[in-house]
T-cell receptor, first 109, second 114 residues
Framework: KNEVEQSPQNLTAQEGEFITINCSYS?????LHWLQQHPGGGIVSLFMLSSGKKKHGRLIATINIQEKHSSLHITASHPRDSAVYIC???????????FGTGTRLQVFP | ETGVTQSPTHLIKTRGQQVTLRCSSQSGHNTVSWYQQALGQGPQFIFQ???????GRGNFPPRFSGLQFPNYSSELNVNALELDDSALYLC?????????????FGPGTRLTVT
């Protein structure tokens, strides 16, 4: 079983829809990153969380340390949000990132 | 302030050959981490360098080795290439060792081994 599980694996939405991507992990963590990867490979860091909730523009990330779960929400989705979203917790023992396989999001006009 | 850069962008090598990939970290960043991302998978941690010393290594064989230079740029070397080494290789720099620092990723080097 993978240490980091993301759901759904693939997500299709109409422009304007509210999107939720979930991440569950089975290990103790010191922090959790949400990353965005566009076609071609470039990765951009969206959030780093160790507790609670963070908001940046139309993006919201939450984490529940006790339940070992984090969510990434996109409000008023737009075609430019189409990308792979990757959850990457930092393992508490090594303090190194472990990655989910990502959620591929496509937003259509 | 320049971002993280990697070279080359694409590379094709033959099984058994050796390859060197390069990463220039963001200005002021003393930590560089290298990752391998196979098609359709999430990145896997290879190793991390902090102030020219290796600080942690993932589950990769010794033919994967690295260096960090005094200007904090870094190299990843892979010897005796195998077909399974075909992947996107990403480096990320950060202000410090802790994983809670924001990670700045380069565009990656896509390696194909034939």
């Amino acid at each position: 079983k993978n240490e980091v599980e993301q759901s759904p694996q693939n997500l299709t939405a109409q422009e304007g829809e509210f999107i939720t991507i979930n991440c569950s992990y089975s290990v103790g963590i010191s922090a959790l990153h949400w990353l965005q990867q566009h076609p071609g490979g470039g990765i951009v860091s969206l959030f780093m969380l160790s507790s609670g909730k963070k908001k940046h523009g139309r993006l919201i990330a939450t984490i529940n340390i006790q339940e070992k779960h984090s969510s990434l929400h996109i409000t008023a989705s737009h075609p430019r949000d189409s990308a792979v979203y990757i959850c990457a917790p930092a393992h508490i023992d090594t303090d190194k990132l472990i990655f989910g396989t990502g959620t591929r999001l496509q937003v259509f006009p | 302030e320049t971002g993280v850069t990697q070279s080359p962008t694409h590379l094709i090598k033959t099984r058994g050959q050796q390859v060197t990939l390069r990463c220039s970290s963001q200005s002021g960043h003393n930590t560089v981490s290298w990752y391998q991302q196979a098609l359709g998978q999430g990145p896997q941690f290879i190793f991390q360098y902090y102030r020219e010393e290796e600080n942690g290594r993932g589950n990769f064989p010794p033919r994967f080795s690295g260096l960090q230079f005094p200007n904090y740029s870094s190299e990843l070397n892979v010897n005796a290439l195998e077909l399974d080494d075909s992947a996107l290789y990403l480096c990320a720099s950060s202000l410090g060792l802790a994983a809670s620092y924001e990670q700045y990723f380069g565009p990656g080097t896509r390696l194909t081994v034939t």
